[in-house]
Every structure is written in structure tokens, then in C-alpha cells.
């Protein structure tokens, strides 16, 4: 199994930018598809951004497209998310996700499709 934690969350103004980091543990990391998730208040926990265990493929929410960046490397077993231009409905608590995956394309938005999560780091856009 694997061992997720998130880092890099904050308080920031809208328009700044931040970068989250997911760093894991245990098991090959390469092995791994993963994905970010958000929960805000009173919501449900939302996909934005996914790649497959190599980085051959990346998926973007459209709420996200063109401002966020998911990317990972493998020798550091670390993933990334580079969030820019940030408003204030990207405030939520950020997750990052884990699924065992037989191939180095695929990439899953699902919440059910994942069985290991970080603990979440918060993120606030003020206006």
C-alpha cells in the first residue's frame, strides 16, 4: 500500500498562485495513478485534476482547465499541483489520491476509484 501526504496549502488572494505537493510512501509510487480531489463547504468531493502512473496522460476539470498543472515525478515520489490565477470558489480542502493501476495511460476521475488519500491540506482564496 501506499502512504499520502499533502503540503503547500494556504491563505492567498485571488489572482496569486500556490503549489500543493503530495508526497508518498510504502509501495512504488510508479505503480500508482493518482489524482487531486477538493471537498468545499457543505460540497462533494470533486475531481479536478488526474495522471496516469508515468504522466502520459493528464485530465483537467473544465473549472480548472488552462489554470492548474498536475504533474509527478516518479524518482522523487512526488506529485504537484501547480494552481494559478486562483479565485475565490477554488477555496476547499485538497486531496490527493491513489490507485493501483496496470497501465501507464490510464487516469480515473471517480472518487470511488481510489483506495489510498492523504489527509487533505486547505486552500483559501480570498477576494
Known amino acids: 500500500q501506499v502512504q499520502l501526504a499533502e503540503s503547500g496549502g494556504g491563505l492567498v488572494q485571488a489572482g496569486d498562485s500556490l503549489r500543493l505537493s503530495c508526497s508518498a510512501s510504502?509501495?512504488?509510487?510508479?505503480?500508482?495513478?493518482m489524482g487531486w480531489f477538493r471537498q468545499a463547504p457543505g460540497k462533494e468531493r470533486e475531481n479536478v485534476a488526474a495522471?496516469?502512473?508515468?504522466?502520459?496522460?493528464?485530465y483537467y476539470a473544465d473549472s480548472v482547465k488552462g489554470r492548474f498543472t498536475i504533474s509527478r515525478d516518479n524518482g522523487k515520489n512526488v506529485m504537484y499541483l501547480e494552481m494559478n490565477s486562483l479565485k475565490p470558489e477554488d477555496t476547499a480542502v485538497y486531496y490527493c489520491?491513489?490507485?493501483?493501476?496496470?497501465?501507464?495511460?490510464?487516469?480515473?476521475?471517480?472518487?470511488?476509484?481510489?483506495?489510498?488519500w492523504g489527509q487533505g491540506t486547505q486552500v483559501t482564496v480570498s477576494s
Open positions: 489520491a491513489a490507485k493501483l493501476s496496470g497501465s501507464t495511460r490510464a487516469y480515473w476521475t471517480e472518487f470511488e476509484s481510489y483506495r489510498y
Open positions: 495522471i496516469s502512473r508515468v504522466a502520459s496522460m493528464t
Open positions: 510504502g509501495r512504488t509510487f510508479s505503480d500508482y495513478a
